[in-house]
């Protein structure tokens, strides 16, 4: 079992829309929880970047993350299709190994 | 501009010739990394350092070699190419360690 899973899609919406994108994790020490967005033929590039528990707002975008659950999230409302990417989570612990463990990604379409 | 700059972006090869990826970044950062990313595998990383002449293993370092002389260069090495190095390779570059990663655009290697 991998220590991050994330559904690879692809998610297909309508212009406008409100997506949900998750991933779950195995490891109770992850700390800090990042989302990336990649565009085709690109690197990834940060989006969100938070510590614990809790929500974070930034735009149109909103990360939240249950640690009871082990459970994080990315919201994005009015979706465009600009947006259209694969959306990466990843995450990290505080002590000890402090690398990043990513998700696979999830593709996502906004139709217009 | 800030960036992480990566040569070459493409490259095919043969099996046993070696070659080094080079990556460059020009905002001062301690920490730099190599990910190899594959469908369904997601970022994996290949090698970090966290500055000048200290690098350590990642999770899947096998067949690869890294150095960090200077603070803004971190090359990739692939001593004697096989096929399951085909991929596509990210060098990343951030201030903290490993904190919000700056990604390159990417070189997609294929070994045949």
């Known amino acids: 079992q991998k220590e991050v899973e994330q559904d690879p899609g692809p998610l297909s919406v309508p212009e406008g829309a409100i997506v949900s994108l998750n991933c779950t994790y195995s490891n109770s020490a992850f700390q800090y929880f990042m989302w990336y967005r990649q565009y085709s033929r690109k690197g990834p590039e940060l989006l969100m970047y938070?510590?614990?528990?809790g929500n974070k707002e930034d735009g149109r975008f909103t990360a939240q993350v249950d640690k009871s659950s082990k459970y994080i999230s990315l919201f994005i409302r009015d979706s465009q299709p600009s947006d259209s990417a694969t959306y990466l989570c990843a995450m990290r612990q505080d002590t000890g190994r402090r690398a990043l463990t990513f998700g696979s990604g999830t593709r996502l379409q906004v139709q217009p | 501009e800030a960036q992480v700059t990566q040569n070459p972006r493409y490259l095919i090869t043969v099996t046993g010739k070696k070659l080094t990826v080079t990556c460059s970044q020009n905002?001062?950062?301690?920490?730099m990394s190599w990910y190899r990313q594959d469908p369904g595998l997601g970022l994996r990383q290949i090698y970090y350092?966290?500055?000048?002449?200290?690098?350590d293993k990642g999770d899947v370092p096998e067949g690869y070699k890294v150095s960090r002389k200077e603070k803004r260069n971190f090359p990739l090495i692939l001593e004697s190419p096989s096929p399951n190095q085909t991929s596509l390779y990210f060098c990343?570059?951030?201030?903290?360690?490993?904190?919000?990663?700056?990604f390159g655009p990417g070189t997609r290697l294929t070994v045949t």
């Open positions: 905002m001062n950062h301690e920490y």
């Open positions: 350092s966290m500055n000048v002449e200290v690098t």
């Open positions: 938070t510590y614990s528990s």
């Open positions: 990343a570059s951030s201030p903290r360690h490993p904190g919000e990663q700056y």
